[in-house]
């Protein structure tokens, strides 16, 4: 289609009767998008003029546009300098338009930094404000979360405004990745946020967990232990929030509750560290040797594994052996420390400093 065939279309597209830039129909959508991603109304009829009518001169922009030659001028000024359109090569009287991709991208991306700022914002007020009403309002102290979203910008605004540490309870089910914190736990870490987990034995054995975020966890700074069974699964910043899912039976809902300083907080501070005191640390079971006699790398990983409780079976899906590797292995283990039984096998791997 030719180039003045497309600009006839927008200008009917762009303007109405004998106004001058009146957007109607489409365009008057195109443009509205544009306003929310604070984009004016001639900047967004020039820059969709040229994604239409490429290598087009400021004079055909300011026509086609209903626009003065100086209002157009200046449009093209200010989406030059936003990097949503660029001079052609050749006839630098002319101007293209960059892929929409990246140039509304952008734009995007700026406004949903500036919404995550907002929110993250929000929940600081929101902190503040239930401290205040907490001695006088105790409805406060309890907090309930619904949808997926809601929760995960929680989890998100507790790691990232924790100030010494954090700590969790870990277990399947999961309503979003586990590996989606990671980023900002490393970030947190680096800061000198402490982070400590108790993972159940399940999110150790959950398929590719152990290799693809619990040990680059570790690596990173995180202290884990396992523990068989968790009462619940938790996240707690400092000790001023904890947020728990809401459960029926075996079912995990899509909600959860936040607490804020409460009793109730402080029983949740209680038994974490109960159950830290109780669980196996997983670092014997994945840190490197020190050259001395002791186990090799994955005998140590299966010695770690079986005294967190893992089942053959869990043991085989956390470190992506078969069934048959995983006994022989283990048959292995138990005659090289003349055991017959896993309790025998643990107490002679804790005798010789293997654990």
Known sequence: MANGQRRAEWRICATRGGGEGEPVGEGNKVLDSFGVLGLGRPDGQVYAALVIAPQSTADEIATQCGLTLQQGHAALDRLAEQGMITRAPVDRERYLAVAPDVAIGTLIGHREAQLRSARA????????????????????????????EAIAQRLEHLVETAQYQVRGFD???YIQDPVANLPRQRQQLKAGVRFRTVFDKEAVAWPGRLE????????????????????MKMMMADDRMAIIPISVGDAVLDAAYVIHPSALLQALDGLFE????????????????????????DQRKLLGLLAAGLTDESIARSLGWSARTTQRRLQTL????????????GMAARERGWL
């Not at 929940?123 to 979360?145: G, I, K, N, Q, Y």
């Open 121 to 148: 914002e929000m929940h600081r007020l929101m902190d503040a404000f239930r401290e205040a009403s907490r001695f006088t309002d105790p409805a406060h102290s309890v907090e309930v979360l619904t949808g997926g």
């Open 334 to 345: 138990m005659r090289e420390l003349g055991a017959t039984t896993r309790f025998q096998a």
């Open 212 to 231: 693809k975020e619990i040990l680059i966890g570790v690596a990173d700074g995180e202290e884990a232990r396992v523990r068989p069974v968790l009462p």
């Open 274 to 297: 109960a159950e830290w005191e109780r669980a196996v640390p997983l670092q014997a079971a994945i840190g490197d040797g020190d050259g001395g006699p002791g186990p090799e790398d």
């Open 171 to 173: 277990c399947p089910p």
